[in-house]
Nanobody, 123 residues
Framework: QVQLVESGGGLAQPGGSLRLSCAASGFTFSSYAMSWARQAPGKGLEWVSGIYRDARDTSYAGSVKGRFTISRDNAKNTLYLQMNSLKPEDTALYVC????????????????WGQGIQVTVSS
């Protein structure tokens, strides 16, 4: 069955960095566009970034563009999110998602997601 397992979260100071990983299994990872989304306490799910199946296209929310970098290693069935210059407003539960269809933008549907990994940015 499809499984997506996030790791690499934790506590960072403002201006710091974290690298999230998403280990995928149960499907042909290289055939799917993927995305990251996040949910802050008391708020809805916010799309963060998407990446095409072969990484030739990527997309970012305006709030993270220039600070976050999405990437993937299809040989390792792993999706990544490098987060630099972290801000307190980046605090959220970050979720790895398998896109339904080939799109990578903010409104692309998805069909599977992981349990999420907490990122907390605080002094």
């Amino acid at each position: 069955q499809v499984q997506l397992v996030e790791s690499g979260g934790g506590l960072a100071q403002p201006g710091g960095s974290l690298r999230l990983s998403c280990a995928a299994s149960g499907f042909t990872f290289s055939s799917y566009a993927m995305s990251w989304a996040r949910q802050a306490p008391g708020k809805g799910l916010e799309w963060v970034s998407g990446i095409y199946r072969d990484a030739r296209d990527t997309s970012y929310a305006g709030s993270v563009k220039g600070r976050f970098t999405i990437s993937r290693d299809n040989a390792k069935n792993t999706l990544y999110l490098q987060m630099n210059s972290l801000k307190p407003e980046d605090t959220a539960l970050y979720v790895c998602r398998r896109n339904r269809g080939g799109g990578v933008g903010p409104e692309v549907p998805f069909d599977y997601w992981g349990q999420g990994i907490q990122v907390t940015v605080s002094s």
